[in-house]
C-alpha cells in the first residue's frame, strides 16, 4: 500500500507533466496560427506590390485625364474586393486558431479534473475514520472550481463568437459599401 505523501507525489507529478504538455500543444497551436498569418501577409503583399506596378504602368500611359480617372476608378472596385477578401480570411485564421487553441484546453481540463477525481475518490477509501467531512469538503470546493471554469469557459465562447460575427458583419458592411461607391463612380 502506498502513503498519501507518494499519491500525493505522484499526482502532483503527472499534474506538471500534463501542464507542461498543455503549454507544449498551446504553443504550437499558437505557431501554425502565426505561420498562417505570416504566409497570408506574405502574399498579400507581394500580391499587392504586382498590382500596384501593373496599375501604375497604366496610368503612366494614359493618353488624357478622362482615361486617367476612368482607369483609376476600374481599379478601386479591384482593390476594394481585395481587401475584403484579406480581411475574411484574417478573420478565419483567428476564429480557427482560437477554436484550436479552446479545444485543446478543454480536452486537457476534462483529463486533470478525470485525475483529480480520481485521486479524491481513492484518497476517501483510505482515509481514516473522521475524515468524511474533510473529503465531502474537497469534493464540493472541486465541484466549485469545475462549475466556474465552465462559465467562464462559456463566457469566453460567446465573447469569441459575438468578436467573430462583428468582424464578419463589419467585412460584409465594408463590401456592400464598396459596391455601392463603385457603382456609383462609374455613373
Known amino acids: 500500500m502506498t502513503t498519501y505523501t507518494e499519491q500525493f507525489s505522484a499526482a502532483a507529478k503527472a499534474n506538471a507533466e500534463a501542464q507542461i504538455a498543455l503549454f507544449s500543444q498551446l504553443a504550437s497551436k499558437t505557431f501554425e496560427g502565426v505561420e498562417k498569418l505570416v504566409d497570408l501577409n506574405l502574399k498579400a503583399a507581394k500580391s499587392s506590390l504586382e498590382e500596384s506596378h501593373a496599375a501604375a504602368q497604366k496610368l503612366f500611359s494614359a493618353k488624357d485625364p478622362q482615361e486617367f480617372f ?13 481587401s475584403v477578401a484579406y480581411g475574411r480570411h484574417l478573420s478565419g485564421i483567428f ?26 475518490d481513492e484518497a476517501s477509501k483510505n482515509a481514516p475514520a473522521g475524515s468524511e467531512q474533510a473529503i465531502s469538503l474537497l469534493k464540493s470546493t472541486f465541484g466549485n472550481l469545475n462549475a466556474g471554469y465552465e462559465q467562464f469557459t462559456k463566457s469566453a465562447k460567446q465573447a469569441a463568437e459575438v468578436l467573430e460575427a462583428n468582424v464578419t458583419n463589419a467585412v460584409d458592411q465594408l463590401s456592400q459599401a464598396s459596391t455601392k461607391v463603385t457603382k456609383a463612380a462609374r455613373k
Open 70 to 82: 476612368s482607369l483609376t476608378s476600374a481599379q478601386a472596385q479591384p482593390a476594394l474586393e481585395k
Open 95 to 120: 476564429s480557427s486558431t482560437q477554436a484550436e487553441l479552446t479545444k485543446t484546453a478543454e480536452a486537457q481540463i476534462a483529463e486533470v479534473n478525470r485525475k483529480v477525481i480520481s485521486m479524491i
